[in-house]
């Protein structure tokens, strides 16, 4: 085989999986926009959603800037090297990773220390089987850390919240499956598609829940009962009134595929994969011999555009600065006292990223900087480096802010913190402390990482770079940065809202069977 060749196809399903929705997502994203109550915060986080699928075409860049860990399926004819399969997919990852098209993601387990270009110890993960075919088949799926998190094991029979005991049944297969949608929320970046594998061993179930991420979400299972399960569970999914981002809504889930294998007497395992709506899976044929790509997969069907009509762009205009309240940072105190949640603002001035590495360091050590009445951006931004020197953003989209929360509440009055701006919500320590400190939570629009790009006008410095480029702090010069207040400093938490409400709806559907 021409492995030169390959390495270039290899280069291209990355580029092209990173930067461009397959068809049938973006027609369940489509039809997700269609069904949401106009006017909403879930209508508007949608209608962001399609416009940054559309920027990201147009600019070719991440989608979303967790460009996650590249899980590649492979299968190749009798005799066909897998060894030079795998060193080309590894340049390819490299190259892709200098390029912008994906962040730097892998980091040692123990060290902490970023690889820089997306290899080390197993990754990228490769997966081989030999079939009898003379062409050799790829497909990569690109999973961020923040659906990641939200995958869940169910071990049979056992209680669920708002369900009661799920037996060793199909009925309790299906009360797993709409307990894993529940409990994902607004942090897995719904609206989401769901992956479930039946059996297995501990691992074996989660590989097989993540295969069915790879099958299209026009096929239909061949097993009559998982298809009637597959359609029960999105049907009844979308009556939690999870919504989008989990602001509420009537899109939550998008999409369900169910697998099943053998188990031992011992174990029975319910395995769930759940992907947010930015569901990057690609997939391509190539020839054995020249390494060249034959053909795409996940093509069939009409392919949405998502480019805004003469009607819808007039509509944004309009709506753009209605109700809007904007904030200049450094923020007041008073300021932020006057917000309640529902309210959209939108920021200008500079913000300064703060994931995880972050948040450790500011709870033992001074800040770099002063960050007294400014703004964290919960963000591990992708960034590019010019023949100059100079930084710039190509992806900027916020992280999932529950992972911070052991930190939160005590950087936020430690430093002055006014403003914290995520993805998801965060618990009651931290509501806690916005009571007390006088502070809000912002939720940005998970996966939006162009259009947040957009608004990031110049990098202006950044500190902490032993950390990595996600895990540094930025800073960041923002115009128009828009978000929705979701927690407030009295006392309110639209997420504990929804949370509360949806699993009322949930306990809906104790005894219901279909």
Known sequence: MNIEKFQESMYKLVVDTSTKLPKDVRRAVKQAKEQESAGTRAAMSLATITNNIKMADDQVSPICQDTGLPTFKIKTPVGVNQLEIKTAIKNAIVLATKEGKLRPNSVDSLTGENSGDNLGAGLPVMKFDQWEKDYIEVRLILKGGGCENKNIQYSLPCELDGLGRAGRDLDGIRKCIMHSVYQAQGQGCSAGFLGVGIGGDRSSGYDLAKEQLFRSLDDVNPNADLAGLEEYVLENANKLGIGTMGFGGEATLLGCKIGVMNRIPASFYVSVAYNCWAFRRMGVFVDAVSGEINEWMYQEGEFIDFAQTE???????????????????????????????????????????????????????????????????????????????????????????????????????????????GKGGMGPKTLAALSEHGGVYLNAIGGAAQYYADCIKSVEGVDLMQFGIPEAMWHLKVEGFTAVVTMDSHGNSLHADVDKSSLEKLAQFKDRVY
């Open 311 to 421: 009607a819808e762009k007039e509509a944004a205009a309009a709506t753009a600065s209605e109700g809007v309240i904007t904030l200049q940072a450094p923020i007041l105190e008073e300021e932020i006292r006057k917000l309640k949640v529902g309210d959209v603002v939108q920021i200008n001035g500079m913000m300064y990223t703060g994931r995880d590495a972050i948040h450790k360091y500011l709870s033992d050590h001074d800040a770099p900087i002063d960050l007294n009445g400014q703004v964290i951006y919960h963000c591990g931004p992708v960034m590019l480096k010019d023949k100059e020197g100079t930084w710039h953003v190509k992806a900027a989209g916020p992280t999932t802010s529950i992972r911070e929360e052991p930190y939160q509440g005590d950087i936020m009055k430690k430093f002055g913190i006014r403003a914290v701006i």
